[in-house]
């Protein structure tokens, strides 16, 4: 089970019982695409409730200047002797002291099992520093608030495995799929099944211009509707010039450079800002299926452009008109909400 997106920041996580009738947790932690540990040490599931609780609570506060500001190379050491030895001569300790670094530090065994995670938030995405003796210490940008949403994700999970002391189903039982709007242009297909414990098992995926984007296999179809939610919020927030003038190759090299990796030198960085690029993101990145998968929606005045990129596919681009992008994604909300209306009070388990 995938909670997250192995391209930004994710669990891969294995439950299974031992012969204490106890449920044990393992996971592979994995961050820009890289797997940084490999899920070898076990835990018994409810020993991973209070360091989630720890770390979730840190949530707004991890905001350092000074401490975002450090080279990566010289991260780890000065964390260490300030932070951690508390070395009241060093020269960081009086402004770690100030801003709390400590906050920064992510400790949730064996999650971080491999050595030491920071989390830093920016105005606009968060830096995760890791540090493994091996292989020494990475950089990496994410959207903000994005591993906090991993982290509560878990814990959701993590409660209902605990109260119903049982590893969830690989798979449930999901009908046949729907098309909304036409694969040929832009449109989502979804198929739903039957709640387990609370939530709607389906398959979810987007069509652009003939080309599926977004793995068509089982998940929890509430947190699509989640997503897409919050996607829609967006809705007036996607009208931008410079973006829509772009072709395919340029609009994403130049939106991947400057929302994902944050890089403040890149020459559109600040009209990135200025515009809100971000905001034109339609990927529904909390759902596994869509691991390397980008969809960006931009406008201007009559118009929208889909651009959709996949590791394993070319980039892709269609224009329709302008709404039919929140139109599309609307009706499949309501799809799923008078589906979870229909199968309210039904319960079924594997």
């Given at each position: 089970?995938?909670?997250?997106?192995?391209?930004?920041?994710?669990?891969?996580?294995?439950?299974?019982?031992?012969?204490d009738?106890?449920?044990?947790?393992?996971?592979?932690?994995?961050?820009?695409?890289?797997?940084?540990?490999?899920?070898?040490?076990?835990?018994?599931?409810?020993?991973?409730?209070?360091?989630?609780?720890?770390?979730?609570?840190?949530?707004?506060?991890?905001?350092?200047?000074?401490?975002?500001?450090?080279?990566?190379?010289?991260?780890?050491?000065?964390?260490?002797?300030?932070?951690?030895?508390?070395?009241?001569?060093?020269?960081?300790?009086?402004?770690?002291?100030?801003?709390?670094?400590?906050?920064?530090?992510?400790?949730?065994?064996?999650?971080?099992?491999?050595?030491?995670?920071?989390?830093i938030?920016?105005?606009?995405?968060?830096?995760?520093?890791?540090?493994?003796?091996?292989?020494?210490?990475?950089?990496?940008?994410?959207?903000?608030?994005?591993?906090?949403?991993?982290?509560?994700?878990?814990?959701?999970?993590?409660?209902?495995?605990?109260?119903?002391?049982?590893?969830?189903?690989i798979?449930?039982?999901?009908?046949?799929?729907?098309?909304i709007?036409?694969?040929?242009?832009?449109?989502?297909?979804?198929?739903?099944?039957?709640?387990?414990?609370?939530?709607?098992?389906?398959k979810?995926?987007?069509w652009?211009?003939g080309?599926?984007?977004?793995?068509?296999?089982?998940?929890?179809?509430?947190?699509?509707?989640?997503?897409?939610?919050?996607?829609?919020?967006?809705?007036?927030?996607?009208?931008?010039?410079?973006?829509?003038?772009?072709?395919?190759?340029?609009?994403?090299?130049?939106?991947?450079?400057?929302?994902?990796?944050?890089?403040?030198?890149?020459?559109?960085?600040?009209?990135?800002?200025?515009?809100?690029?971000?905001?034109?993101?339609?990927?529904?990145?909390?759902?596994?299926?869509?691991?390397?998968?980008?969809?960006?929606?931009?406008?201007?005045?009559?118009?929208?452009?889909?651009?959709?990129?996949?590791?394993?596919?070319?980039?892709?681009?269609?224009?329709?008109?302008?709404?039919?992008?929140?139109?599309?994604?609307?009706?499949?909300?309501?799809?799923?909400?008078?589906?979870?209306?229909?199968?309210?009070?039904?319960?079924?388990?594997?």
């Amino acid at each position: 089970m995938i909670i997250g997106n192995k391209q930004k920041f994710a669990l891969d996580i294995r439950l299974f019982f031992k012969d204490d009738n106890s449920i044990y947790f393992q996971s592979s932690l994995w961050i820009g695409g890289r797997q940084i540990s490999g899920g070898n040490d076990e835990v018994v599931l409810f020993q991973l409730i209070c360091d989630l609780e720890a770390a979730i609570s840190f949530n707004g506060k991890r905001s350092f200047d000074t401490l975002d500001e450090l080279d990566a190379d010289y991260f780890y050491p000065n964390f260490l002797d300030a932070v951690f030895m508390e070395d009241s001569n060093h020269k960081y300790y009086s402004i770690s002291q100030e801003e709390k670094w400590i906050n920064a530090h992510i400790d949730v065994p064996p999650i971080t099992n491999f050595g030491f995670m920071w989390l830093i938030d920016g105005y606009q995405k968060s830096t995760v520093i890791t540090h493994d003796d091996k292989i020494g210490t990475c950089r990496d940008f994410l959207p903000k608030g994005y591993i906090d949403n991993v982290l509560v994700e878990l814990k959701k999970n993590v409660n209902i495995w605990l109260k119903n002391n049982e590893v969830p189903p690989i798979s449930v039982s999901v009908g046949s799929s729907e098309l909304i709007g036409d694969k040929k242009r832009f449109a989502t297909e979804i198929a739903l099944g039957m709640p387990y414990e609370g939530r709607l098992a389906g398959k979810f995926c987007y069509w652009v211009n003939g080309v599926k984007f977004g793995d068509f296999t089982f998940t929890w179809v509430n947190e699509i509707k989640e997503e897409l939610l919050q996607i829609i919020k967006n809705t007036n927030s996607r009208a931008k010039n410079a973006l829509f003038s772009y072709n395919a190759h340029d609009l994403y090299y130049n939106f991947s450079h400057t929302v994902f990796m944050g890089d403040k030198f890149h020459p559109c960085w600040e009209k990135s800002l200025e515009e809100l690029w971000e905001k034109s993101d339609i990927t529904p990145n909390i759902i596994p299926q869509f691991d390397g998968v980008t969809v960006v929606s931009v406008d201007n005045e009559n118009k929208s452009k889909v651009v959709a990129y996949d590791f394993d596919k070319s980039l892709v681009e269609c224009i329709i008109e302008r709404g039919q992008v929140d139109k599309i994604l609307t009706d499949t909300i309501l799809v799923i909400e008078n589906w979870e209306k229909s199968t309210r009070g039904t319960k079924k388990k594997n």
